[in-house]
């Protein structure tokens, strides 16, 4: 019991890194002074990290359909560990930098 308490308790610190990682601009206050407008904000924050989330999802699941394919079963073991929460892979700031020729 304890330890899927603490499996809980990882997905929800991670589900919150992926908003604070959303939410860097203004070091992620919302400063809105309406109530309607910090709805909005955090609205769209939400969106966003479902968005990824989803995108995050099919394309694991996209990997594992594929390996299946190809006859190499991954084991339960391992895709217990496998989490659509990331999002290091994910280029936030909008930088981009392109290898000269």
């Known amino acids: ?13 991670a589900h919150h890194a992926l908003k604070r990682a ?14 309607e407008g910090q709805h909005y ?3 769209g924050m939400n969106l966003l990290a479902a968005i ?3 995108w995050n999802t099919m394309k694991l699941g996209e990997v594992v359909a594929n390996q ?9 073991d391992l895709l217990a560990h496998v989490s659509p ?9 909008g930088e981009y930098r392109w290898p000269k020729p």
């Open 1 to 13: 019991l304890q330890r899927r308490a603490q499996i809980g308790l990882n997905k929800g610190e």
């Open 22 to 35: 959303i939410s860097f601009h203004r070091r992620g206050e919302i400063r809105d002074r309406s109530a």
């Open 41 to 43: 904000r955090i609205a």
């Open 52 to 54: 990824i989330i989803f």
């Open 68 to 76: 299946k394919r190809d006859g190499k079963l991954l084991s339960p």
């Open 85 to 93: 929460l990331g999002w290091e892979h994910i280029n936030l700031t």
